[in-house]
C-alpha cells in the first residue's frame, strides 16, 4: 500500500504564503513508477478540486485557472518531495489539500485519473 504524506498546511492571513510538500512514505516517487503528480483540494460542502499537476520525466506543470500566478508546483531532483508554493492567498483558499500520484501518462486534472493519495492537509486562510 503506497501511502503519500503531505505536510505544511496552516492558519494565514489573506495575502500570505504557505509551502506544502508532499513525499511517499518510506519510498520515492521515482521507485513508484508514477507519470505525474498533483495537488487538489476539498472545501467544506464542495467537491474535490484540482489545484496543479506536475508531469514526472518532463517537468511539465499545469494549473487550474484560479490559482494561476499565485500558485507553483515544482519536485526536487532527488525526486523525494513534491511541492506547491502558494502565494497571495486568499479565503477561498480555505481547504484540505491533498496529494496524488498518477499511474498512466496521459495529464489529467480528474481525481479518478490517480492512483495512490495521502489524507491532506488542513489550509486555512483569514481575512
Known amino acids: 500500500q503506497v501511502q503519500l504524506v503531505e505536510s505544511g498546511g496552516g492558519l494565514v492571513q489573506a495575502g500570505g504564503s504557505l509551502r506544502l510538500s508532499c513525499a511517499p512514505s518510506?519510498?520515492?516517487?521515482?521507485?513508484?513508477?508514477?507519470?505525474?503528480l498533483g495537488w487538489f483540494r476539498q472545501a467544506p460542502g464542495k467537491e474535490r478540486e484540482f489545484v496543479a499537476g506536475?508531469?514526472?520525466?518532463?517537468?511539465?506543470?499545469y494549473y487550474a485557472d484560479f490559482v494561476k500566478g499565485r500558485f507553483t508546483i515544482s519536485r526536487d531532483n532527488a525526486s523525494r518531495t513534491v511541492y506547491v508554493q502558494m502565494n497571495s492567498l486568499i479565503p477561498e483558499d480555505t481547504a484540505v489539500y491533498s496529494c496524488?500520484?498518477?499511474?498512466?501518462?496521459?495529464?489529467?486534472?480528474?481525481?479518478?485519473?490517480?492512483?495512490?493519495w495521502g489524507q491532506g492537509t488542513q489550509v486555512t486562510v483569514s481575512s
Open positions: 506536475i508531469n514526472w520525466s518532463s517537468g511539465t506543470t
Open positions: 496524488a500520484a498518477r499511474r498512466v501518462a496521459r495529464s489529467t486534472t480528474l481525481p479518478s485519473g490517480y492512483a495512490y
Open positions: 518510506g519510498r520515492t516517487f521515482s521507485s513508484l513508477s508514477i507519470f505525474g
